[in-house]
Antibody, heavy 114, light 107 residues
Framework: EVQLVETGGGLVQPGKSLKLTCATS????????MHWVRQSPEKQLEWVAQ??????????YYAESVKGRFTISRDDSKSSVYLQMNSLKEEDTAIYYC?????WGQGASVTVSS | DIQLTQSPSTLPASLGERVTISCRAS??????LNWYQQKPDGTVKRLIY???TLESGVPSRFSGSGSGTDYSLSISSLESEDFAMYYC?????????FGSGTKLEIK
């Protein structure tokens, strides 16, 4: 069974940083293309970032709204994907989901507020 | 960016009814479209990928169709567990984009 578990969410002040972790199991992580997707309080889904596999040179892609502030990375030895979020803004407040193919995690809540 | 216009935003329907949700892209996406269901507890499930391929384990009352810029998700006979939010996603080009969602609610 595919499992994705996001951790690292919380309340953070604007301008600060936070790192999300997605621990996975149940599939061949090293071959997988991983995504982060977020859902705003208004329930709109927004794709955030993608990282491809080693065979694709770990290519990364970002939404314009997070480019230069967020970094997606992965550790194939730990079957985990990460989202480093810097210079956080109030509009980054959302539930952050880790996804692969047909599976989604349960989400991690990030609130950016002073 | 490719915009996805999803309609209706809210769809009141009755048990046993057939419903259709539309997703229109701002340019051709060559069948690169998925449909997702989200339950009130936040759980997200992919129902259909590549426009019309049913995900394993998804009931056959769900179906997807379309081409070019126009796509749709149909549910042939609504059951109680189908009342949820539905979103389309295009992956033809970066950035990937979602529709704004359709809330399927009990009439």
């Amino acid at each position: 069974e595919v499992q994705l578990v996001e951790t690292g969410g919380g309340l953070v002040q604007p301008g600060k940083s936070l790192k999300l972790t997605c621990a996975t199991s149940g599939f061949t992580f090293s071959n997988a293309w991983m995504h982060w997707v977020r859902q705003s309080p208004e329930k709109q889904l927004e794709w955030v970032a993608q990282i491809k596999a080693k065979s694709n040179n770990y290519a990364t892609y970002y939404a314009e709204s997070v480019k230069g502030r967020f970094t997606i990375s992965r550790d194939d030895s730990k079957s985990s994907v990460y989202l480093q979020m810097n210079s956080l803004k109030e509009e980054d407040t959302a539930i952050y989901y880790c996804t692969v193919s047909n599976a989604w995690g349960q989400g991690a809540s990030v609130t950016v507020s002073s | 960016d490719i915009q996805l216009t999803q309609s209706p935003s809210t769809l009141p329907a009755s048990l046993g009814e057939r419903v259709t949700i539309s997703c229109r892209a701002s340019q051709s996406i060559s069948n690169s479209l998925n449909w997702y269901q989200q339950k009130p507890d936040g759980t997200v499930k992919r129902l259909i990928y590549s426009t019309s391929t049913l995900e394993s384990g998804v009931p056959s009352r769900f179906s997807g169709s379309g081409s070019g810029t126009d796509y749709s998700l149909s549910i042939s006979s609504l059951e109680s567990e189908d009342f949820a939010m539905y979103y389309c996603l295009q992956y033809a080009t970066y950035p990937l984009t979602f529709g704004s969602g359709t809330k399927l609610e009990i009439k």
